[in-house]
């Protein structure tokens, strides 16, 4: 599996849902449509936009079976 980078945002997530979406063959419509989200969402996500609903990350990533977690910060990072 290829590795998912940082976007040129630093958001990992967007690059994520992107490369995954296309890998599906989706264009961002049926991926949104498929998803239960708006287009406008779907877009904004892809683009890196800093503000966006966690809940709605989440039933993005849930196509690929994957959630948002929590992950501990170390000093040294």
């Known amino acids: 599996?290829?590795?998912i980078k940082e976007d040129k945002?630093?958001?990992i997530i967007a690059e994520y849902i992107k490369q995954k979406r296309k890998a599906a063959g989706l264009t961002q419509e049926e991926f949104a449509i498929r998803a239960g989200l708006g287009l406008r969402f779907v877009r904004e996500l892809e683009e890196g936009k800093k503000t966006v609903r966690l809940d709605k990350v989440n039933q993005?990533?849930?196509m690929f079976g994957m959630e948002?977690?929590?992950k501990e910060i170390k000093?040294?990072?």
Do not use: Q
């Open 68 to 70: 948002v977690g929590v």
């Open 9 to 11: 945002s630093g958001n």
């Open 1 to 3: 599996m290829k590795t």
């Open 60 to 62: 993005a990533l849930a």
């Open 75 to 77: 000093s040294d990072e």
